[in-house]
């Protein structure tokens, strides 16, 4: 009565349940916090919010800011954004440096709020030195997208330039490539045609797989008449993103995401 | 006289110390196990409910109840600290009076005793009583959810109907029938009610036995018991809907996984969802609406929408009011998605899942400025 079937069991050993069963006699506060936290975890995904949280909350309470940024992380990857954003604010009060890229990563992407992302990365870069990294990007790059979605084209362009000097200051091939599809699109949007071609075209001298650029170049194509070759980019970027080269996060968009969508209704508005 | 004194002394020192000595004696543990248990919690941390019950009697036979196999007669013995239940070998490490702590292998139970109370209603009238009536449960607090919720609820022989009623405060603002796996039993002169945890398969899958207690013949209690506590949820009888055949349900009740690892989509996605929502975007509502609106759903394995939460808060991430209107047309658009791609197992495609998924609405001065994530 009391066995347990196959599938029960290794749905709870993956769910950590077993394993924090298994650590009664582990010593120290540093492993049974690990296991108060992942039965936490473990509870969030099962839908038992409320007790997951005070699991976390009792993990985090024993033990370092890690905790909560994991709690943050858990919590906003499920959609709940109050108690998560809660866990966050409590990362970086308890000197979590990564907490703070972490949340002007996601007030740029989740929340689209660029000023406030702008001013965390300011404070990451002041706390943790210059360059730096948010969520795994760079902090002047992504100051510079941020700024160029608030508006602030020349601030953007003044980062991005910054950005490919401090990369090729250091190693070249670390250089996100993207950085010239921004440019791009700055230059798009600040109404210089030409030179947002030549920042796509570098961008395809790079990165030719990338179908985001083939997509812009043809969008400014497209704007200045040049409907042929516009619809030649359209069928590249079109095919790149068949064959599955089409940048984008599983958990959220990401700024200026290009979706299948967005190509296919070009081809079908300008190249039939 | 002195010497008297001294063996009277004496006497009494012997006998208290005697009476002491006798009254020290723990209560033998094997006298306490008689009587019938009922499943408390599993597992150290996570404290989870299971469905079992065992009445253990003191010629050494026991009854052992779950919704799935039903009674089954088996003998017992307790040899130190091993107590021998059928086949299983369970190491006890605790017991009192109320508690049973056991372990099998490295799996931890607790055991509450259970106490036979005289029943309000006769249990022969209970079962009717439940499956010919309406039932409401009201849950007007849910953790981190700006919705209230309202059941009204039908159990039939292996499942639930039940019209789901949501409000914001006072305020209706939609409701949604749903059905869930749920299972009536009797054991011993008492009802208990057992959910499923997957839709297809649910007579394999119980999740727990809460014991039914009527408080009147308008009032029944069930108690879950989980994560160290007795829940109580109390249905009060209620007024008919009607019960309809497409109504949503979740094909596994735990467990449900995030959208990320299902995989799971919209057919064009995201630009279609913003489309989708093109009136909202259209319209303008009260200038104090300027914020975040989420909306936590399940979408099941057929596609289908459900299990709604709402989270209001303002850009600090403090609670906040918006208007009426807008959460209505937000959640009446919301539950028309109907393209969604359902998410599968990554290690078997053909297995389709229920997905959890949200969609996060910002608001600047009542306009909808933008459809995250």
Same mark, same amino acid.
């Given at each position: 009565?009391?066995?347990?079937?196959?599938?029960?069991?290794?749905?709870?050993?993956?769910?950590?349940?077993?394993?924090?069963?298994?650590?009664?006699?582990?010593?120290?506060?540093?492993?049974?916090?690990?296991?108060?936290?992942?039965?936490?975890?473990?509870?969030?995904?099962?839908?038992?919010?409320?007790?997951?949280?005070?699991?976390?909350?009792?993990?985090?309470?024993?033990?370092?800011?890690?905790?909560?940024?994991?709690?943050?992380?858990?919590?906003?990857?499920?959609?709940?954004?109050?108690?998560?954003?809660?866990?966050?604010?409590?990362?970086?009060?308890?000197?979590?440096?990564?907490?703070? /890229?972490?949340?002007?990563? @996601?007030?740029?992407?989740?929340?689209?709020?660029?000023?406030?992302?702008?001013?965390?990365?300011?404070? %990451?870069?002041?706390?943790?030195?210059?360059?730096?990294?948010?969520?795994?990007?760079?902090?002047?790059?992504?100051?510079?997208?941020?700024?160029?979605?608030?508006?602030?084209?020349?601030?953007? %362009?003044?980062?991005?330039?910054?950005?490919?000097?401090?990369?090729?200051?250091?190693?070249?091939?670390? +250089?996100?490539?993207?950085?010239?599809?921004?440019?791009?699109?700055?230059?798009?949007?600040? /109404?210089?045609?030409?030179?947002?071609?030549?920042?796509?075209?570098?961008?395809?001298?790079?990165?030719?797989?990338?179908?985001?650029?083939?997509?812009?170049?043809?969008?400014?194509?497209?704007?200045?008449?040049?409907?042929?070759?516009?619809?030649?980019?359209?069928?590249?970027?079109?095919?790149?993103?068949?064959?599955?080269?089409?940048?984008?996060?599983v958990?959220?968009?990401?700024?200026?995401?290009?979706? $299948?969508?967005?190509?296919?209704?070009?081809?079908? @508005?300008?190249?039939? | 006289?002195?010497?008297?004194?001294?063996?009277?002394?004496?006497?009494?020192?012997?006998?208290?110390?005697? @009476?002491?000595?006798?009254?020290?004696?723990?209560?033998?543990?094997?006298?306490?196990?008689?009587?019938?248990?009922?499943?408390?919690?599993?597992?150290?941390?996570?404290?989870?409910?299971?469905?079992?019950?065992?009445?253990?009697?003191?010629?050494?036979?026991?009854? *052992?109840?779950?919704?799935?196999?039903?009674?089954?007669?088996?003998?017992?013995?307790?040899?130190?600290?091993?107590?021998?239940?059928?086949?299983?070998?369970?190491?006890?490490?605790?017991?009192?009076? #109320?508690?049973?702590?056991?372990?099998?292998?490295?799996?931890?139970?607790?055991? $509450? $005793?259970?106490?036979?109370?005289? *029943?309000?209603?006769?249990?022969?009238?209970?079962?009717?009583?439940?499956?010919?009536?309406?039932?409401?449960?009201?849950?007007?607090? +849910?953790?981190?959810?700006?919705?209230?919720?309202?059941?009204?609820?039908?159990?039939?022989?292996?499942?639930?109907?039940?019209?789901?009623?949501?409000?914001?405060?006072?305020?209706?603002?939609?409701?949604?029938?749903?059905?869930?796996?749920?299972?009536?039993?009797?054991?011993?002169?008492?009802?208990?009610?057992?959910?499923?945890?997957?839709?297809?398969?649910?007579?394999?899958?119980? =999740?727990?036995?809460?014991?039914?207690?009527?408080?009147?013949?308008?009032?029944?209690?069930?108690?879950?018991?989980?994560?160290?506590?007795?829940?109580?949820?109390?249905?009060?009888?209620?007024?008919?809907?009607?019960?309809?055949?497409?109504?949503?349900?979740?094909?596994?009740?735990?467990?449900?996984?995030?959208y990320?690892?299902t995989n799971l989509g919209y057919k064009n996605d995201k630009?279609a969802i913003?489309?989708?929502?093109?009136?909202?975007?259209? $319209?303008?509502?009260?200038?104090?609406?300027?914020?975040?609106?989420?909306?936590?759903?399940?979408v099941?394995?057929?596609?289908?929408?459900?299990?709604?939460? =709402?989270?209001?808060?303002?850009?600090?991430?403090?609670?906040?009011?918006?208007?009426?209107?807008?959460?209505? #047309?937000?959640? *009446?658009?919301?539950?028309?998605?109907?393209e969604w791609k359902v998410g599968k197992?990554?290690?078997?495609?053909?297995?389709?899942?229920?997905s959890?998924n949200?969609?996060?609405?910002?608001?600047?001065?009542?306009? =909808?400025?933008?459809?995250?994530?």
């Amino acid at each position: 009565m009391l066995t347990q079937s196959s599938r029960s069991i290794d749905e709870f050993k993956y769910l950590n349940l077993l394993s924090a069963d298994k650590s009664m006699e582990v010593d120290g506060i540093e492993g049974e916090n690990e296991i108060l936290y992942g039965s936490g975890r473990a509870m969030l995904y099962y839908g038992e919010i409320e007790y997951g949280n005070h699991l976390i909350d009792s993990a985090a309470l024993r033990g370092s800011a890690i905790i909560y940024q994991n709690g943050a992380s858990t919590n906003l990857l499920l959609g709940r954004y109050r108690s998560g954003m809660s866990y966050l604010n409590s990362a970086i009060v308890n000197g979590n440096k990564y907490s703070i /890229g972490y949340k002007a990563w @996601l007030m740029m992407t989740n929340l689209r709020d660029y000023e406030q992302a702008i001013i965390l990365i300011d404070s %990451l870069e002041k706390v943790d030195g210059k360059p730096t990294v948010a969520y795994a990007m760079n902090t002047t790059l992504l100051k510079g997208i941020a700024k160029r979605k608030a508006g602030r084209y020349e601030d953007a %362009l003044l980062d991005f330039d910054l950005y490919i000097i401090e990369i090729n200051a250091d190693n070249p091939l670390k +250089i996100d490539d993207y950085v010239y599809y921004y440019k791009g699109l700055t230059y798009q949007e600040m /109404g210089d045609p030409e030179k947002a071609i030549e920042e796509f075209n570098h961008f395809i001298e790079v990165y030719p797989n990338g179908p985001e650029a083939h997509y812009g170049k043809g969008n400014v194509l497209i704007e200045e008449g040049e409907i042929k070759e516009a619809c030649k980019c359209y069928k590249i970027a079109r095919e790149k993103i068949r064959l599955g080269y089409l940048r984008g996060f599983v958990w959220h968009e990401i700024p200026d995401q290009v979706y $299948k969508s967005d190509v296919v209704e070009k081809l079908d @508005l300008y190249c039939k | 006289m002195p010497n008297l004194l001294f063996k009277c002394y004496l006497s009494f020192a012997i006998i208290s110390f005697l @009476l002491g000595f006798m009254s020290c004696n723990p209560p033998d543990p094997e006298k306490q196990l008689i009587g019938k248990w009922i499943g408390f919690y599993k597992y150290r941390i996570s404290a989870q409910s299971f469905p079992a019950i065992i009445k253990f009697n003191e010629d050494g036979t026991a009854i *052992q109840f779950d919704p799935q196999t039903g009674e089954k007669e088996v003998q017992w013995d307790w040899i130190q600290d091993v107590l021998k239940v059928d086949t299983v070998d369970y190491l006890v490490s605790k017991i009192t009076e #109320d508690f049973l702590e056991v372990k099998i292998k490295e799996l931890k139970c607790v055991f $509450k $005793k259970v106490k036979d109370e005289p *029943q309000v209603v006769p249990i022969s009238e209970q079962l009717d009583l439940i499956k010919e009536n309406f039932w409401v449960r009201r849950n007007e607090y +849910i953790y981190d959810n700006d919705f209230g919720v309202i059941e009204l609820s039908k159990f039939e022989d292996d499942h639930r109907s039940f019209l789901k009623s949501y409000y914001v405060g006072a305020e209706f603002i939609f409701e949604q029938q749903e059905r869930d796996r749920m299972t009536i039993s009797e054991f011993d002169g008492q009802l208990f009610l057992s959910e499923s945890d997957l839709y297809v398969g649910h007579d394999t899958t119980f =999740l727990n036995l809460m014991p039914i207690e009527f408080e009147n013949e308008n009032t029944f209690l069930a108690w879950e018991y989980k994560q160290r506590k007795a829940f109580k949820k109390r249905f009060c009888k209620s007024t008919e809907f009607e019960v309809v055949d497409s109504s949503f349900y979740k094909c596994q009740k735990t467990y449900i996984r995030p959208y990320f690892q299902t995989n799971l989509g919209y057919k064009n996605d995201k630009p279609a969802i913003e489309e989708h929502f093109t009136d909202i975007f259209q $319209k303008q509502y009260l200038e104090t609406d300027d914020g975040y609106l989420t909306v936590l759903f399940v979408v099941n394995c057929e596609g289908k929408m459900g299990e709604f939460e =709402l989270q209001l808060f303002d850009q600090d991430f403090e609670k906040k009011e918006f208007s009426l209107d807008l959460i209505k #047309d937000i959640l *009446q658009k919301t539950k028309t998605l109907n393209e969604w791609k359902v998410g599968k197992d990554s290690k078997d495609k053909s297995k389709k899942l229920d997905s959890r998924n949200h969609l996060l609405f910002k608001f600047k001065k009542g306009k =909808l400025t933008e459809l995250l994530p």
